[in-house]
């Protein structure tokens, strides 16, 4: 189910598409993000000593990341390529540091995202990690690089949930270690809070009628609902999640070469183009304005 | 610490799993042991196939295929029972093992020897394997106990919101995973201390 998702993807990226309109499942072995590596800018000099000079003589960008978030940072197990908006950002920065797309993705959790950095094992952290003044006291954000919102998903015909406040007193689904518990809590205070580790896990419990609605990031929900007719989402998010692209913290002349570099892709539209060739294939119409660096409380 | 109680709901949880699978696990292991040990054939497969196959899958493949495998046949139980079941089962395994072992320490002459004398096999047992076998098995069953705690943390898998799924979700908001996590372990670690404590107490109590 989730490859045919990830097909779309592929598909649309290597069409070079235009626009959000769907596009029937289909199979396509090789990523168009190759395209937009190609045009992507590369840094002129860098500040020797810095963070970013120490990255090219490495000669690899280290990703804290994930391998299983669709349309976001997916590895698909047969090609092993890595996938999804987090994942070309990830290649993107590398080119703009390296003059060259390489990544090496190490996986990382919300347990672990913050000593990574700490200590050093990742340069970066990509992984819809979003900006709170509380993570903002253990590492530096660059961005927002992305703004994506908790929505509400049930089984077609089930009645009674139409806002946010509805899910008082019910069974709530969400995936286990993502904002939408809080979000969730902070909504409907009373109601009962169930989570497992995945998006699929979370599927299935709903339809087993563990529960009786979903929250998850609505880009995520509604590739669901493209594959599953009886997922169906109800109303529009109800949180603003501002993503941000986790570096050491204090480490502020690379903040500020990131962010730069977050700037001149936004303006030059290879933001916009890597939208199209990840959440773009399953959200319909034109990409969403991309959110103002510096924008978010904690960045 | 506005989160304590969210970690305090948590360690209780852990212990009311601790509690009630290692209850469950004992009663059905001391079934077990008793098929394994017993003089017919049959029940004697029975009781070595239960324990080859719950020892030889892992307890996190059980627990996933008990939460979302077991609803698509129909059966549907809440997921905390359904984590109590799963490592009741898992455990009992365990159980049976240990105290098959205690149960093999008492010299086989004695046994025979009971039932030369005329006893019945649960005679026999009762009488002059079990008060031997009783002391031998407490510490294994200890350390059956630690075991068992430790792994009701994969019930966070099952959506049991137990101590370290309740550390997960404090740290999603604090972003403090060392002080929190190092938390959680010493709360593990005097969980398992007492364990300890508890079959040692017994252990002497049985002694004498």
Known sequence: MRWTTLSVVVLLVVAGCSGGESSVPGTAPTSGIDALVAK??????LPAGSTMARIRQRGELLVGGSLDAPLLSQQDPGTGRLTGFDADLGKLLAKYILGEPKTRLVTATSETREPLLANGTVDVVLQTYTITPQRAERVAF???????GQAIAVRRGTGGIAKPADLAGH???AGANTPSIA????AAPTAEIVEFGSDPECLTALRQGRGEAYVQDQALLIADAAQDKDLQLVGEPFTTDPYGIGLKHGDDQFKQFVNDWLREIQKSGLWQDVWRGSIGTVVAGDPPAPPV???AQGS | MSHLPALVDGFLTTLALVALSFTGAFALGLVVVVLRIGPLGVLRAVGTGYVETFQNIPLLVWLVLFVFGLPEVGVRFPLFTTAVVVISLYEAAYVAEALRSGVNTVAQGQGEAARALGLTFGQTLRHVVVPQAARRVVQPLGNIGIALTMNTSLA???GVVELTASANRVNLVEALPIPIFVGAG???ALLAAGIGGLAGLLERRLAT
């Open chain 1, 40 to 45: 992507a800018p590369v840094a002129a000099d």
């Open chain 1, 142 to 148: 660059a961005g927002p690089y992305y703004s994506s």
């Open chain 1, 171 to 173: 069974k709530v689904i």
């Open chain 1, 183 to 186: 979000a969730v809590k902070a």
């Open chain 1, 293 to 295: 660096i510096g924008s």
């Open chain 2, 156 to 158: 966070a898998v099952a």
């Open chain 2, 186 to 188: 010493l709360c593990y």
